[in-house]
Protein backbone atom coordinates (compact mmCIF):
# COMPACT_ATOMS: atom_id res chain seq x y z
CA UNK A 1 0.00 0.00 0.00
CA UNK A 2 1.30 3.24 -0.89
CA UNK A 3 1.12 6.72 1.06
CA UNK A 4 -0.38 8.97 -0.80
CA UNK A 5 0.01 12.88 -0.17
CA UNK A 6 -3.59 14.19 0.63
CA UNK A 7 -5.48 17.16 2.30
CA UNK A 8 -4.93 14.82 5.41
CA UNK A 9 -1.90 15.10 6.92
CA UNK A 10 0.53 12.51 7.81
CA UNK A 11 0.10 11.77 11.29
CA UNK A 12 -3.62 10.92 10.55
CA UNK A 13 -2.71 9.13 7.77
CA UNK A 14 -0.02 6.91 9.93
CA UNK A 15 -2.53 6.61 12.58
CA UNK A 16 -5.58 5.34 10.31
CA UNK A 17 -3.99 2.14 10.04
CA UNK A 18 -3.78 1.42 13.52
CA UNK A 19 -6.51 3.28 15.14
CA UNK A 20 -10.65 3.04 14.61
CA UNK A 21 -12.72 5.89 13.92
CA UNK A 22 -15.74 6.67 15.59
CA UNK A 23 -18.29 8.69 13.84
CA UNK A 24 -21.42 9.80 16.11
CA UNK A 25 -23.21 10.47 13.94
CA UNK A 26 -23.65 6.76 12.33
CA UNK A 27 -26.09 4.22 13.93
CA UNK A 28 -24.05 0.87 15.48
CA UNK A 29 -25.36 -2.03 14.13
CA UNK A 30 -25.48 -3.15 17.59
CA UNK A 31 -28.54 -0.27 18.22
CA UNK A 32 -30.57 -1.07 16.16
CA UNK A 33 -30.42 -4.51 17.17
CA UNK A 34 -31.32 -3.99 20.41
CA UNK A 35 -34.09 -1.93 20.22
CA UNK A 36 -37.03 -3.94 20.00
CA UNK A 37 -39.94 -2.96 17.76
CA UNK A 38 -42.58 -0.08 18.89
CA UNK A 39 -46.20 -1.15 19.32
CA UNK A 40 -48.46 0.63 16.94
CA UNK A 41 -50.84 1.66 19.58
CA UNK A 42 -47.94 3.55 21.24
CA UNK A 43 -46.66 5.30 18.69
CA UNK A 44 -50.02 6.69 18.08
CA UNK A 45 -50.28 8.00 21.56
CA UNK A 46 -47.25 10.26 21.48
CA UNK A 47 -48.20 13.53 20.88
CA UNK A 48 -47.06 15.02 17.32
CA UNK A 49 -45.28 17.89 18.52
CA UNK A 50 -42.76 16.63 20.31
CA UNK A 51 -40.22 15.55 17.57
CA UNK A 52 -40.43 19.78 16.70
CA UNK A 53 -39.44 20.77 20.19
CA UNK A 54 -37.26 18.54 20.29
CA UNK A 55 -34.97 20.28 16.95
CA UNK A 56 -35.75 23.31 18.44
CA UNK A 57 -34.20 22.85 21.62
CA UNK A 58 -30.75 21.23 20.00
CA UNK A 59 -27.91 23.37 19.17
CA UNK A 60 -25.35 22.96 17.04
CA UNK A 61 -22.22 21.86 18.42
CA UNK A 62 -18.99 24.06 17.64
CA UNK A 63 -16.60 23.08 15.39
CA UNK A 64 -13.74 21.28 16.62
CA UNK A 65 -10.69 23.38 16.00
CA UNK A 66 -8.04 20.70 16.96
CA UNK A 67 -7.31 18.52 13.45
CA UNK A 68 -6.62 21.88 12.29
CA UNK A 69 -4.51 23.41 14.52
CA UNK A 70 -2.89 20.44 15.04
CA UNK A 71 -1.91 19.76 10.82
CA UNK A 72 -1.18 23.40 10.85
CA UNK A 73 1.74 22.85 13.99
CA UNK A 74 3.02 19.25 11.45
CA UNK A 75 3.35 21.59 8.52
CA UNK A 76 5.06 24.91 9.98
CA UNK A 77 6.12 23.95 13.30
CA UNK A 78 7.65 20.10 12.93
CA UNK A 79 8.48 20.08 9.50
CA UNK A 80 11.87 18.01 10.05
CA UNK A 81 10.19 15.13 12.65
CA UNK A 82 7.57 15.39 9.34
CA UNK A 83 10.30 14.89 7.04
CA UNK A 84 12.28 11.86 8.63
CA UNK A 85 8.52 9.93 9.21
CA UNK A 86 7.99 10.60 5.44
CA UNK A 87 11.04 9.54 4.86
CA UNK A 88 10.90 5.96 6.90
CA UNK A 89 7.40 5.32 5.66
CA UNK A 90 8.19 5.41 2.00
CA UNK A 91 11.02 3.55 2.66
CA UNK A 92 9.15 0.60 4.57
CA UNK A 93 7.03 0.62 1.87
CA UNK A 94 9.38 0.14 -0.89
CA UNK A 95 10.73 -2.84 0.78
CA UNK A 96 13.99 -1.04 1.17
CA UNK A 97 14.51 -1.00 4.85
CA UNK A 98 15.65 -3.70 7.32
CA UNK A 99 13.43 -6.79 8.06
CA UNK A 100 10.39 -5.93 10.55
CA UNK A 101 11.71 -2.25 10.40
CA UNK A 102 8.78 0.13 11.36
CA UNK A 103 8.81 4.10 11.64
CA UNK A 104 6.87 3.58 15.44
CA UNK A 105 10.01 6.08 16.83
CA UNK A 106 9.84 8.46 14.28
CA UNK A 107 6.09 8.56 14.46
CA UNK A 108 6.30 9.44 18.32
CA UNK A 109 8.84 12.04 17.80
CA UNK A 110 6.25 13.76 15.42
CA UNK A 111 3.51 13.37 17.55
CA UNK A 112 5.39 14.46 20.37
CA UNK A 113 6.52 18.01 18.22
CA UNK A 114 2.66 18.48 17.33
CA UNK A 115 1.59 17.78 20.48
CA UNK A 116 3.94 20.15 22.27
CA UNK A 117 2.83 22.79 19.63
CA UNK A 118 -1.03 22.07 19.43
CA UNK A 119 -1.35 21.68 23.17
CA UNK A 120 -0.96 25.73 24.34
CA UNK A 121 -2.63 27.01 20.94
CA UNK A 122 -6.04 24.97 22.17
CA UNK A 123 -5.98 26.02 25.64
CA UNK A 124 -6.03 29.71 24.87
CA UNK A 125 -9.38 28.61 22.64
CA UNK A 126 -11.04 27.05 25.37
CA UNK A 127 -9.96 29.98 27.63
Known sequence: ?????????????????????????????EASEEVPAAEPEAEAEEPAEEPAEEEEEEEEEPEDQAPAIREDCEQNEC??????????????????????????????HLMHCVDACAAPKLFKKLA
Do not use: Q
Open 1 to 29: MAIEETSTSLFSTFTSFFLPTAHAEEPSP
Open 79 to 108: KEPAKHFKHCADKVEAGKGWHGEDCVEELF
